[in-house]
């Protein structure tokens, strides 16, 4: 079953929303001027972008004191690819935050020099999918597909917006070479937050008092970021979401996959994912409760 055309698009061997981007704004951004002091946060969709995304902001702006708490998180971390306010990111002051899903292949050439610094988050698929489909409920510019076991095949072909996780989590790691990258995974923000922003601050080089470092940890928990009405994204105008299907932030868990997931589609996603996921030098985490 082929994606409808209405949501979305291939560039390049990559799927993009249509009505937020064109082809013609994906070919400028090969020669997007890059800055040393930019940060872009790199993730395939659903992974924990907006999560990091108010990490990011709240390490960069120590609290949200210098002005930006009156800002949606939407305008602390600009979207490479979806410039939906058509926002002249040139003229935006230093540091300037980005989120992207881009594959690797497709970021602006300058990130290639290794002077501005990449931050790529990886999910376990299994949650990924699930979060994936639920989103497409309750997102306007995602088409629903009701029938989970019909999404989870699209996800597996890859025929969803960003395209193949497998592709995109290998390319980013296969050419981490050619970046200044640092490489987190959800489930170890999800287990130790506080070791996960420090990590991130050591990689960016901001140094934040101890106390800093406990404001940012208790502003990203989940349920903090549930009540925030500007970083829960609930912010996106009605024509975006509908919040009578669900939220953005909606569970924010590890392993929920087991809840939607029969024996039988599970075993059907190892027999698609499982040999190239035991190739990645990434070691995942299917359920909280799992030693590590
Ligand atoms: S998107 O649309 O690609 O930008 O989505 P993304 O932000 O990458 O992923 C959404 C999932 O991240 C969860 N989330 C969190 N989990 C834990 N803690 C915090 N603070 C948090 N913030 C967002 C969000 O709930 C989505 O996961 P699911 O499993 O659907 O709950």
Same mark, same amino acid.
Not at 166 to 184: A, K, M, P, Q, T
Not at 243 to 254: D, E, I, M, P
């Given at each position: 079953m082929q994606p409808d055309e209405k949501y979305l698009f291939t560039y390049k061997g990559c799927y993009f929303q249509p009505d937020l981007t064109s082809v013609e704004y994906l070919d400028s951004l090969e020669d997007f001027e890059i800055r040393d002091s930019d940060v872009f946060l790199v993730t395939y969709p659903k992974s924990g972008t907006v999560w990091t995304e108010n990490i990011l902001s709240l390490i960069y702006h120590e609290g949200h004191? +210098? &002005?930006?708490?009156? @800002? =949606?998180l939407l305008d602390r971390v600009m979207s490479l690819e979806y410039n939906i306010g058509n926002v002249d990111y040139a003229s935006r002051p230093s540091p300037r935050l980005f989120a992207s899903h881009v594959p690797y292949y497709l970021v602006p050439k300058g990130l290639r020099n290794r002077r501005a610094k990449v931050v790529y988050v990886v999910r376990n698929p299994k949650d990924v999918l699930v979060s994936y489909y639920h989103f497409s409920k309750t997102s306007l510019k995602l088409e629903e597909v009701e029938d989970f076991g019909i999404f989870m095949e699209r996800f597996l072909a890859g025929k969803v917006l960003a395209s193949l996780w497998l592709d995109h989590v290998e390319g980013w790691y296969s050419h981490r070479d050619d970046f200044n990258i640092l490489f987190l995974t959800y489930e170890e923000m999800k287990k130790d937050l506080r070791s996960s922003v420090l990590k991130l601050c050591n990689f960016l080089g901001r140094r934040l008092t101890e106390k800093e470092v406990d404001a940012v940890v208790d502003q990203a928990t989940f349920n903090k970021m549930k009540a925030d009405p500007r970083a829960n994204y609930e912010f996106m105008p009605p024509e975006f979401m509908d919040y009578s299907k669900g939220h953005? @932030?909606?569970? &924010? =868990?590890?392993? +929920?996959w087991k809840n939607m997931m029969t024996v039988a589609q599970n075993e059907r996603f190892d027999s698609v994912f499982k040999e190239r996921i035991e190739k990645l030098p990434i070691k995942f985490c299917w359920d909280i409760n799992e030693e590590s």
């Amino acid at each position: 079953m082929q994606p409808d055309e209405k949501y979305l698009f291939t560039y390049k061997g990559c799927y993009f929303q249509p009505d937020l981007t064109s082809v013609e704004y994906l070919d400028s951004l090969e020669d997007f001027e890059i800055r040393d002091s930019d940060v872009f946060l790199v993730t395939y969709p659903k992974s924990g972008t907006v999560w990091t995304e108010n990490i990011l902001s709240l390490i960069y702006h120590e609290g949200h004191r +210098d &002005g930006s708490e009156k @800002l =949606t998180l939407l305008d602390r971390v600009m979207s490479l690819e979806y410039n939906i306010g058509n926002v002249d990111y040139a003229s935006r002051p230093s540091p300037r935050l980005f989120a992207s899903h881009v594959p690797y292949y497709l970021v602006p050439k300058g990130l290639r020099n290794r002077r501005a610094k990449v931050v790529y988050v990886v999910r376990n698929p299994k949650d990924v999918l699930v979060s994936y489909y639920h989103f497409s409920k309750t997102s306007l510019k995602l088409e629903e597909v009701e029938d989970f076991g019909i999404f989870m095949e699209r996800f597996l072909a890859g025929k969803v917006l960003a395209s193949l996780w497998l592709d995109h989590v290998e390319g980013w790691y296969s050419h981490r070479d050619d970046f200044n990258i640092l490489f987190l995974t959800y489930e170890e923000m999800k287990k130790d937050l506080r070791s996960s922003v420090l990590k991130l601050c050591n990689f960016l080089g901001r140094r934040l008092t101890e106390k800093e470092v406990d404001a940012v940890v208790d502003q990203a928990t989940f349920n903090k970021m549930k009540a925030d009405p500007r970083a829960n994204y609930e912010f996106m105008p009605p024509e975006f979401m509908d919040y009578s299907k669900g939220h953005f @932030l909606r569970k &924010g =868990t590890v392993g +929920d996959w087991k809840n939607m997931m029969t024996v039988a589609q599970n075993e059907r996603f190892d027999s698609v994912f499982k040999e190239r996921i035991e190739k990645l030098p990434i070691k995942f985490c299917w359920d909280i409760n799992e030693e590590s």
